[in-house]
């Protein structure tokens, strides 16, 4: 199986420092893309390196908390950190490359204050044990508008964001992911992620940025099956009012249909987005130098403790990556 970290022809060269801090040189008309996965867990966080490694893994997501739970009071211990380091360095991922996803039950869009304090605590813990690990950044779902308002929930999503970065120094980023659209959830669209970051003091904007889903997009209503250039343009929709391109990508195909706003991830080809959408993106320059991260299901969800085994779906998937991003 072709190597998660592919050069891919374009117009546009990748290297140096970015965003995401060192990446490799790049060959003129080259970007590199960094496939990963979401890995099961089981056995600790370094066996989730380990597992993504064997499935050809050059970036990788995690959490580092039970995510039904708000973390707000979990640490990370030393020694954990330290067998994740160097896990990471066995396997040849880059820490940059690495996103922790935060705990579903944050939302720090709820006008009710006692559940807001919670979220914003709990979003907050995990930039701490995110940047002991030293990763590249935080992913987290902004929430639901619980009273209806949409511009008051924007603006708490984004005073977590603020208190969280005020409290815990360093260079990880905390990343807004799009949703689905589902209820009275904020971020499915362009002008809502870029109200939520316009709203965080520019000291610390360039320490928050945005994230986007694929599964997610199409369940809201975003149409990238139609074309390259419809595909193109909402990505341009979203750099445009965030002011910059995703930090990550999340590769998952849909179960649901276009505006479903059905959060049902399914492997690439297997759902009603389709292989060749994620072909085109995958020759856009948005696509470069990022963690493009699958959260697709797993054929062995139960693994033992000291099983590294990378589970068959993902070895398929990364392979399928590779197949799409190749000219």
């Known amino acids: ?17 970015g ?46 908390a039970i995510p039904k739970y708000y973390g707000d009071k979990s640490s990370i211990r030393p020694e954990r950190v330290a067998r994740f380091q160097s896990a990471l360095a066995a396997a040849g991922i880059a820490p940059a490359q690495v996103i922790v996803h935060a705990a579903y039950v ?18 907050a813990k995990e930039l701490e044990r995110s940047t002991a690990l030293g990763v590249g950044g935080v ?7 619980t009273d209806g308002d949409r511009a008051s929930a924007i603006g708490r999503v984004a005073l977590a964001i603020t208190q969280a970065l005020s409290a815990v120094k360093g260079p990880t980023r905390i990343l807004v992911e799009n949703t689905a659209g589902a209820g009275l959830t904020i971020g499915k669209s362009p002008d809502e992620v870029g109200a939520i970051l316009a709203a965080v003091p520019a000291a610390l904007r360039p320490r928050t940025g945005y994230g986007l889903d694929t599964c997610h997009l199409f369940a809201a209503g975003h149409d990238i099956t139609v074309s390259p250039a419809a595909l193109g343009g909402i990505l341009d929709a979203f750099e445009a009012a965030a002011g910059e391109p995703p930090a990550f990508l999340h590769l998952n195909d849909s179960e649901g249909g276009l505006g479903s706003n059905r959060d ?3 492997l690439i080809g297997d759902g009603r987005i389709g292989r060749e959408p994620f072909r085109w993106l995958l020759h856009d320059r948005r696509s470069g130098g990022i963690p493009l991260i699958l959260e697709t299901p797993q054929e062995r969800p139960d693994v033992g403790e000291d099983d ?3 589970d068959p779906w993902d070895v398929r998937m990364m392979g399928l990556l590779a197949e799409l991003g190749a000219e």
């Open 106 to 123: 944050l939302n720090t869009a709820t006008s009710d204050e006692i559940k807001w304090g919670r979220a914003a605590a709990g979003l």
């Open 264 to 266: 049902r991830h399914v």
């Open 308 to 310: 590294a085994t990378p």
């Open 139 to 145: 992913c987290f779902h902004p929430g639901a508008a």
């Open 1 to 17: 199986m072709a190597s998660a970290e592919q050069g891919v022809p374009h117009d546009v060269p990748h290297g140096g420092v």
């Open 19 to 64: 965003l995401w801090g060192a990446s490799p040189p790049a060959q003129a008309g080259i970007m590199i893309r960094y496939f990963g996965a979401h890995t099961i867990d089981t056995g600790g966080i370094h066996m989730a390196v380990r597992r993504a490694a064997g499935a050809g893994a050059k970036a990788l997501q995690i959490f580092t």
